[in-house]
C-alpha cells in the first residue's frame, strides 16, 4: 500500500510542477476576469472547487498510510480515492480522445463542438500549445490510473470477511478486531 500511495503522491507532485510549467510558458486557463454575470460567477466557483479538489489530491495519498490518515474513517479516504479516480480518468480520456477525433478530421470541431481556434486561441496553434495540451490530458489519464490503483490496494487492505455491524465500529470507523489495544489500528505490511 506504502509504495501505491506513495507512487500517487509523486503523481501529484508531477501535476503541480506540469501545471507550474503551463502557466510560466504562457498558456493559460480561462479567467473569471475576462467574463461576465453567470459566466463569471461559475468560473469563480468551479475555480473553488479545483483549488478544493488539489488539496484533497495531495492529502489523500499521504492519508492512506500515513499513521495520521487512520484518525479519518477508511470509507471517507476510498470513496475519495474513487473519486478521484474517476474524475481523472474522465477527464483525461476525454481530452484523448477530442484531440485524436479533432487531429484525425473525424470531428473537426472535435467532441465539445469547437474549433481549434476556440480551443487554442489560434486557427493555427503553436506545437507547444498542441503538446502540453496532449501532455496534459495524458497526466489526467495517469492520474486516474494511480488513485484507482491506490484506492484498490487501500479497499483490499481495509477488506473485512464479513459485513461489519455498526455497533463493532471502534472509534476510528473501523471493525474492532482490526484493532490494537491502544486503538490505533494494525500497521499495514
Known amino acids: 500500500m506504502k509504495r501505491t500511495a506513495d507512487a500517487t503522491f509523486a503523481w501529484v507532485l508531477v501535476f503541480i510542477a506540469w501545471h507550474v510549467v503551463w502557466a510560466l510558458t504562457g498558456l493559460k486557463s480561462p479567467s473569471p476576469s475576462d467574463h461576465e454575470g453567470n459566466t463569471r460567477v461559475l468560473l469563480q466557483i468551479s475555480q473553488m472547487a479545483v483549488i478544493g479538489m488539489v488539496v484533497v489530491g495531495v492529502l489523500l495519498p499521504l492519508a492512506l498510510h500515513q499513521p495520521w490518515g487512520r484518525r479519518i474513517p477508511s470509507w471517507i479516504l476510498l470513496w475519495a480515492a474513487w473519486t478521484g479516480c474517476v474524475l481523472l480518468s474522465v477527464r483525461g480520456l476525454?481530452?484523448?480522445?477530442?484531440?485524436l477525433v479533432r487531429a484525425t478530421g473525424l470531428l473537426p470541431?472535435?467532441?465539445?463542438?469547437?474549433?481549434?481556434?476556440q480551443v487554442?486561441?489560434?486557427e493555427h496553434p503553436s506545437w507547444w500549445a498542441v503538446f502540453s495540451s496532449s501532455a496534459t490530458d495524458v497526466l489526467f489519464a495517469v492520474g486516474g490510473v494511480a488513485f484507482g490503483l491506490a484506492a484498490t490496494r487501500f479497499q483490499?487492505?481495509?477488506a473485512t470477511?464479513?459485513?461489519?455491524?455498526?455497533?463493532?465500529l471502534g472509534k476510528e470507523g473501523r471493525p474492532l478486531e482490526d484493532q490494537e489495544p491502544?486503538?490505533?489500528g494494525k500497521r499495514e505490511i
Open 94 to 99: 476525454a481530452g484523448i480522445v477530442d484531440g
Open 109 to 117: 470541431k472535435g467532441l465539445g463542438n469547437l474549433t481549434t481556434a
Open 120 to 122: 487554442f486561441g489560434s
Open 156 to 158: 483490499r487492505a481495509h
Open 161 to 168: 470477511s464479513a459485513p461489519v455491524a455498526a455497533s463493532n
Open 182 to 184: 491502544c486503538g490505533r
